[in-house]
């Protein structure tokens, strides 16, 4: 019997063994590869499919993100509000999402329910009409929503430091405006539907606790679409990266507004780089988490702002190095020097074993967190296959951020953490 008046040993997370639950592969008689993580107590399910249909393939700006967002408001058979209301009376949730190099549709659903809605799914991907009413009203909210959005200072950084960084041609540096949305034609969407989704290379992800007979679902409903593997030969395009050549910039976005939006950024290596996972251990002692250095100094101590953070920018190309605060106007420059002085210490003095040991604490504990059910699983899954990797960098990323020493951390701030590299963006 458990002695309750003793306390359990408290284990740091380091020491606990993670493993990647591993995924089940099938194939389509299309082709088209199938991920299934059968994981969980809950009847519930996870369909994910990905296309590669991201804004990278897109001739005319915000046709891909159309495309996609519009994908269930009408086919030949059923208008936006039947398909709607299919969705909704089996409990279930359909999404959508375009991102650079793809676009996703996902199904959430009780697992009891999934083969009264694959059928519909199948409706979308092979019939979807794009109607001119639906894409009136969808031009008229994402022009009104831009408006809004354009009078706020973190969004008008957001978008500006991506371009600047990558270039305002570049996928990853793109951003709308209100002529683009107005520029947008039905047949425009429609060809591009037919190329990327009708035709467009595909792959599946289900997770949860799966039903039986979920795979002949599959097969019954996709297996004989036109639809290809995304291992199939296309043409890529090329997009080279054009960073601005100015690197400080000041913009006044609101003349009545009480704070500023600062970026700090600097284009970095993609996860293919040997630097890559190291560096994630080195930005998190510098302003990955609530305990880092940045958040210590500029939010604890100076009061400067509620929070500041850094993060490696998940993009497939190359990534990017990024610090990412609000401000009040009047603390904005002396908060961008504090980053700098952060920056500066990490180069000249190595991290104490503490430090460092909170730091990699909170990187197993998200990984633990990370783990915790299905479709966590299957995001982490996707996350490595749609970046060319496999399941060996996960277990890489466990070794670095359990045995990367201060001195290696060090040289990586000397390498990455140099303030001319960097480009500096305030909007107030």
């Known amino acids: 019997m458990v002695n309750r008046t003793i306390a359990p040993v408290i284990k740091d997370a380091v020491e606990f063994e993670l493993t990647l639950p591993p995924y089940r592969q099938y194939t389509l008689s299309n082709g088209v590869e199938v991920f299934a993580i059968d994981l969980g107590n809950l009847d519930t399910l996870m369909i994910n499919w990905v296309f590669y249909a991201g804004n990278c393939y897109e001739e005319k700006n915000m046709v891909a993100a159309a495309a996609n967002s519009l994908i269930k408001n009408g086919t030949s058979k059923h208008n936006a509000f039947a398909i709607n209301e299919h969705f909704e009376y089996y409990g279930s949730y359909f999404n959508r999402a375009c991102n650079h190099e793809t676009a996703d549709i996902t199904l959430h659903c009780l697992s009891k329910h999934v083969s009264e809605l694959l059928p519909m799914v199948s409706e979308i991907l092979t019939d979807s009409m794009y109607p001119g009413e639906e894409l009136d009203i969808y031009k008229k909210n994402k022009q009104q929503h831009l408006q809004v959005s354009l009078k706020k200072s973190e969004f008008v950084a957001s978008r500006l430091i991506d371009a600047y960084l990558f270039g305002e041609e570049h996928p990853y540096g793109k951003y709308s405006s209100l002529e683009d949305y107005a520029a947008l034609e039905r047949t425009e969407l429609s060809n591009y539907y037919k190329k990327y989704y009708q035709h467009g290379r595909c792959l599946i992800f289900v997770a949860g606790k799966l039903p039986a007979g979920i795979l002949e679902e599959l097969e019954k409903n996709f297996g004989g ?158 996350n490595i296959l749609l970046n060319g990797l496999d399941e060996n960098y996960f277990y890489e990323g466990i070794r670095i951020a359990k045995t990367v020493s201060p001195e290696e951390l060090q040289a990586l701030a000397v390498k990455y953490l140099d303030p001319e590299a960097f480009f500096e963006l305030t909007v107030i």
């Open 225 to 382: 679409l036109q639809l290809r593997s995304h291992r199939a030969e296309a043409e890529i395009p090329d997009h080279r990266i054009l960073p601005a050549a100015q690197k400080k910039y000041t913009l006044q976005n609101d003349p009545n507004g009480v704070q500023g939006s600062i970026r700090i950024a600097r284009n970095f290596p993609n996860r293919h780089h040997p630097d890559f996972q190291k560096m994630q251990v080195l930005n998190n002692v510098f302003g990955g988490f609530f305990g880092s250095r940045l958040m210590d100094n500029i939010r604890e101590d100076k009061g400067y702002t509620y929070g500041i953070y850094s993060y490696l920018v998940n993009s497939k190309q190359e990534s990017a190095l990024m610090i990412s605060t609000e401000a009040g106007k009047e603390v904005c420059a002396a908060t961008i020097e504090e980053v700098y002085k952060e920056m500066k210490l990490l180069r000249e003095e190595p991290i104490d074993d503490e430090e460092l040991q909170m730091a990699r604490n909170y990187m197993i504990g998200t990984l633990l967190g990370d783990l915790d059910g299905p479709f966590q699983v299957a995001a982490r899954w996707k």
